[in-house]
């Protein structure tokens, strides 16, 4: 009896808190199911008490997983039980315990003592039928679940569109893509870094762009397919039209294409994944670079800064006219460890290695304007940290691609010659709902303009319709913002649950 008490006031008080979307009508059931009292003469009544008892345990724990916004059982246990993708104990173990706060405990003693009080007074009889009201108001007052189609046109427009870069004889720009992990709007208002100094330095900043995914794999190979529109993550992995390859298309107009990473790119088969469904060349080999981080797997992280004096080294020595890089950084991600401060809780070590990255970034830049070399650089983000957790998703878990976590800062810049004394300014904002596409755009519209001075950078309009406002997608499930709110679906389930509002970021970004 004590046992349903709480467990009952613990699906409630959470479906009050919007922790769980409780499903009103199993629960009525499993109310009635488990507080319907054996009659007393029945044959074998101990022995049917216990099988009763244990079907409603196992009832009531599929259930409560079920209204959880919890990734499916096998997921997470494929996830753990996978040498190649699991995080090293230690990271789990710290991971677990930061879940473990006081709220927990505020709402768990009180309810234990409380519920153990009531099921010794006669008053135990009437908790059945107290928990069937509540559950008939929640059944009354339900938020929105729907079921169907919310992608409307979505993936039928984004099929057709297509950039196609034209070569321009005057152009030498090189191309230097940086996407840096775990580096999102969120994370800097979390740790309260302003980086409005950082970014005002860029000549164009898109304030409202969608990654599209929570992980890296596949947020780098929809860089990697940036000419082609937004397709769904089952398509990522398998091999696309032609077109679609943002390198293949850079090498049809005299692109040397590199590929650099700041870790050893073998969790999760990242250095194979983007060879085979980005057509990404085998990234260089700078393992003789100094450790400076280890991450969450054990994997060696390289300072950026290094990484990129390497790839500068490394370009200075290639006759190519034209070069483009694919960098990726995991500096900032969860679970990396300084060699020199290994234990810094999470906050301190994401505003450590933030800072880092930025003063490693400047200091790049200083040496890409002594370098003289007509260069357009591209920061875009391969999605959030999810420092700060929320009630449906705790923090640092990516398993729902929610805004907070798929809202990235892009921000390009022009070196070379006439454009090295031009830092500051305003930046051109490009404030619409933007995914991959809309970096290609304008590079392609950068590459055809090939601007020698700033007066001459390409201005940039997206036609409305062009973009959706919101659709985001990990292994298990999407995220899609329509008129009614935001929605969250799990890839086997057809029903879609609304998101509660609370958890929607306000402004995600300093240019807003
Ligand atoms: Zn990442």
Known sequence: MMFWIIYFITVVYWHVFEVISAHAFLNLFLCLFVFFPIPENIYKKHLITIIKNSLGVILGAVLLWHESYLPPVLTLWNFLIDPELRPSSTFLW????????????????????????????????????????????????????????????FYENESKKVVKFIDNPNNDFDIVILQLCSFAWADFNEVDYNLRQFFNKFDYIFTDFNSATSYSNPAVIRLLRSTCGQSTETKLFAEANKSCYLLEGLR????????????????????????????????????????????????????????????????????????????????LHTGSRYIESPYLASHEQYSLALKNIISDLDSFFVDLKKSNKNTIVIIVGEHGAALKGSTIQPGTVREIPLPSITKTPVAIKLFGPNFNNEDGGEPILVNQPTSYFAIAELLEKIIEVSPTDKAQLPSIEFSPEAYPEFVSENETGFVVKTKLGLFYRLKKYKTWDIIPSSIEPRSQNYFK
């Open 252 to 331: 049809g107009v005299g692109y040397t294409p590199y590929t650099l990473l700041n870790h050893d790119g073998i969790y999760a088969g990242f250095n194979q994944e983007i060879i085979k469904y980005g057509k990404a060349p085998q990234p260089l080999n700078n393992s003789e670079l100094k450790l400076i981080q280890t991450n969450f797997d054990g994997a060696p992280t390289y300072s950026d800064k290094d990484s990129l004096l390497f790839w500068l080294d490394s370009r200075k020595k290639d006759p190519s006219l034209k070069t483009v890089l694919v960098y990726n950084s995991t500096t």
């Open 94 to 153: 710290r991971f677990f315990l930061s879940e473990i706060n006081i709220k927990i405990f505020i709402f768990a003693v009180p309810t234990i003592i409380f519920s153990y009080i009531l099921s010794r007074t006669k008053f135990k009889k009437y908790f059945g039928a107290f928990f069937l009201i509540c559950f008939l108001i929640i059944g009354f007052t339900e938020k929105t679940s729907v079921t169907g189609d919310l992608f409307g046109n």
